[in-house]
């Protein structure tokens, strides 16, 4: 079935299913289970693929984790990667890139990007070369491209989020509209669902909003409160 075909000196290794790790020469304490799972690996070593086609052509790449059919798929020479589900960060090809994805295209598109963890299915699945970017659940991020340094825990939270950066966004489609907006805390259940472009905010509460989309330096803190202006701080009292 072609598994370990090109192996020569290497040791340590498992190869089942049709073409598992077959170009892999002298690569070492490596596990490739599935059809074409590693095929292409040369030297790389201590790389483990489990799935149809997962991790296919990394050929130099080493320290990655692939789990789920074509799991880090067109990763080539990249350090650090776990991908489990399907086609989990399967666009990463070279660097120290150090991506976490976990569930069905988990941060699919990410070419260059590095030191994201998406978690969730589809979550950061438009990201290209942002960085640094948490995402924990379905949709977060999802339509992120090159955006930075931003944390988005909760279904759909930072769903349109395309440049931003360095924000906070926590709750159910927190900051669910905000495409560029940066450096925003949002905390709650829809909390700045309606910020596109705003800056500087911080809204906690279910529903919370700033005067409008556009609005920065607002604190504003309270359910389904919304602020009056910016440079203004707003508590709802109990």
Do not use: W
Not at 75 to 93: H, I, M, N, P, W
């Amino acid at each position: 079935n072609q598994a370990l075909e090109a192996n020569t000196t290497a040791g340590e290794l498992t190869a089942v299913g049709n073409s598992a790790l077959q170009q892999n020469t002298t690569g070492y304490e490596s596990c490739a289970v599935g059809a074409g799972a590693l095929y292409a690996q040369t030297t790389g070593y201590r790389n483990q693929a489990f799935g149809y086609q997962a991790m296919l052509a990394c050929t130099t790449g080493r320290n990655n984790l692939g789990v789920g059919r074509r799991a880090l798929y067109a990763l080539t020479t990249a350090l650090y990667c776990t991908g489990d589900g399907e086609f989990s960060f399967g666009s990463v090809t070279t660097g120290d890139a150090r991506n976490t994805g976990l569930g069905y295209n988990s941060g699919v598109s990410t070419t260059s990007g590095t030191n994201n963890t998406a978690v969730g299915m589809e979550a950061l699945r438009n990201n290209t070369t942002g960085s640094n970017n948490v995402a924990v659940g379905k949709d977060t991020l999802r339509l992120g491209t090159t955006g930075y340094q931003n944390v988005a825990i909760g279904e759909q939270a930072g769903y349109n989020m395309s440049t931003g950066h360095s924000n906070v966004l926590i709750g159910h489609q927190a900051g669910f509209a905000n495409t560029t907006g940066e450096k925003n805390i949002l905390i709650g259940y829809t909390a700045g669902g309606n910020v596109t472009t705003g800056s500087d905010l911080i809204l906690i509460g279910q529903n919370c909003e700033p005067h409008s989309a556009s609005g920065y330096n607002q604190f504003v803190v309270g359910n389904s409160l919304t602020g009056v202006g910016n440079n203004v701080s707003m508590i709802l009292q109990a």
